[in-house]
């Protein structure tokens, strides 16, 4: 297939475009699009007693979410050359705040699942468009510190989430978890009307649908599968759902592969696997991802059930690290720009391996203060591999690859946090099994240390891998064609 008019058309400069209200059109559509993935697992037992559902079923308020959101994101790919920046974009905060208002004024579960599901297909559209956008935006040479920026909205939203929701929480109902994101959401609307110019190339390539049912069945039953194992109240990974949508799911990306390999125009373009750099990216950010999401889960738990804090005052020790992420996040695209990702991916790997083994040695006696302390480090490690990472990755993409490239990124990260919780649960939970039936007078809390320190070892281990991989990294060459 022959790209060289495509590429010439999308790498040629946009007259007349005023960037930053464009990039802040964007930040805040996504930043409270993904703030909803964590922001309401506050709210679980609230809603639960409210709307007189077991917990079990409120869960899918998070797993639908994400089983959309996973859904979607892939097949965003061709979605991006068949509709303008605008009407994507704008269509999907129009999705996602009706969903939200659907949500806020929901008389019963099935009415507020639903309004979460439309919010969910709003976000699954909005990130990839967000990243394809600044791609076509930005020249190469700086966009180390717009990538930054997005940054600040994909690791700052979920660290904040849990405090903001126990804030709101404390003082409002849980409808409250809704309304307050409306006029934010419709603010970002009115600035994507005023400000958002259309960026990239309409190509309108064959419809696969086939490739699309693939896509679904496979991502879907990856992350409904990784997300129902990691459920307390489940089966764990004996259940015959998990067994069933893991294999259904892994059988269908493994044809999806094989046919978007042989397909002249593909929906999911994984040739860009054959870019070194790319596939070297992929990995990382699965760790970072799988890191991050598991201990947003793995540290409430210990801080609740085994120091005994409440649930707001573990949200708000996450907090300075949640904020420390979002201010650095856009410093490292700056020194990106600057230094290139080895200056910035290495330490960040080093820092990681640094805070693992510092989790590892945390006790019952430990002060609050110290578990602040590594998870602050904690995130500025993360903020200085993830964007970095990611940027140079993308960089070293032909233009026409963006969608796919973007597509894959967005994909992997909701896959990887969904492996994540569910793979460290198992672990704390087997962990605890084991310590109450061998220990001599054991107690819960000191069942939940073990399971910790278990978790975080095998953390460690992958920080080990990541920090091998992070020496691979070289600053990629962007390509003229």
């Known amino acids: 297939m022959n790209h060289t008019g495509t590429e010439a058309a999308m790498t040629s400069p946009v007259p007349n475009v005023k960037r930053l209200p464009i990039l802040i059109a964007l930040i805040i559509g996504a930043f409270f699009s993904i703030l909803n993935e964590t922001l309401l697992n506050v709210a679980f037992q609230r809603l639960s007693e409210d709307l007189q559902v077991p917990y079990t079923t409120i869960t899918w308020l998070s797993t639908g979410y994400l089983l959309i959101v996973g859904i979607l994101v892939p097949i965003s790919a061709i979605l991006v050359q068949w509709f303008t920046t605008r009407q994507m974009f704008i269509g ?16 019963h579960f099935g009415w507020l699942l639903c309004g979460r599901l439309i919010q969910a297909f709003g976000a ?31 690791m700052f939203a979920p660290a904040v989430g849990p405090t903001i929701g126990g804030l709101i929480l404390d003082e409002l109902s849980w409808r409250w978890l809704f309304f307050l994101v409306l006029p934010f959401m419709l603010l970002s609307i009115v600035i994507a009307f005023l400000f958002l110019k259309n960026v990239s190339v309409i190509t309108r390539p064959k419809v696969n649908v086939i490739a699309i049912l693939l896509s679904t069945v496979g991502f879907g039953g990856i992350v409904y599968g990784f997300s129902s194992a990691g459920e307390l109240e489940g089966g764990g990974w004996s259940s015959p759902e998990v067994l069933v949508s893991l294999a259904l799911g892994g059988i269908a990306l493994i044809l999806l592969i094989a046919t ?30 799988m890191t991050m999401f598991s201990t947003l889960l793995l540290l409430p738990i210990y801080m609740q059930g085994a120091m005994l ?11 300075p690290g949640g904020v420390l992420n979002g201010l650095f996040s856009p410093v490292a695209g700056k020194l990106f720009d600057k230094f290139g990702p080895r200056k910035l991916i290495i330490p960040g790997c080093l820092l990681l391996i640094g805070v693992m083994y510092g989790f590892t040695r945390v006790t019952l006696e430990t002060n609050v203060s110290v578990i602040i302390l590594l998870h602050c480090v904690m995130m500025i490690a993360i903020s200085l591999i993830m964007m970095p990472v990611q940027t140079n990755a993308m960089n070293g993409l032909a233009p026409h690859h963006y969608p796919h490239g973007t597509a894959l990124f967005n994909t992997l990260q909701q896959v990887a946090g969904a492996i994540g919780m569910a793979f460290f649960m198992s672990i704390l939970e087997s962990k605890q099994k084991e310590y109450l039936e061998t220990a001599a007078n054991p107690t ?38």
Do not use: C, W
């Not at 999907?92 to 008389?107: D, K, W």
């Not at 125009?265 to 790319?278: A, H, K």
């Not at 819960?444 to 920090?467: K, M, P, Q, R, W």
């Open 309 to 319: 804090l409440t649930a707001f005052a573990s949200g708000l020790v996450l907090l």
């Open 124 to 154: 699954g559209l909005m990130l990839p468009v967000m990243m394809n956008t600044v791609l076509l935006l930005y020249p190469p040479e700086n966009r180390g510190a717009a990538m930054g920026s997005i940054g600040l909205v994909i």
């Open 260 to 289: 978007q390999l042989k397909s002249k125009q593909p929906m999911l373009d994984f040739r860009v696997f054959r870019y070194p750099m790319f596939s070297i990216a992929v990995i990382l950010v699965l760790i970072v991802m």
């Open 92 to 107: 999907a905060l129009i999705f996602f705040t009706l969903g939200t208002l659907v949500s806020g004024i929901a008389p």
């Open 444 to 481: 819960y809390a000191e069942a939940i240390n073990a399971g910790i320190h278990a978790s975080f070892t095998i953390g460690l281990v992958f920080a080990v891998i990541a920090f091998l991989l992070s020496l691979t990294v070289r600053k990629t060459i962007v390509p003229h064609k």
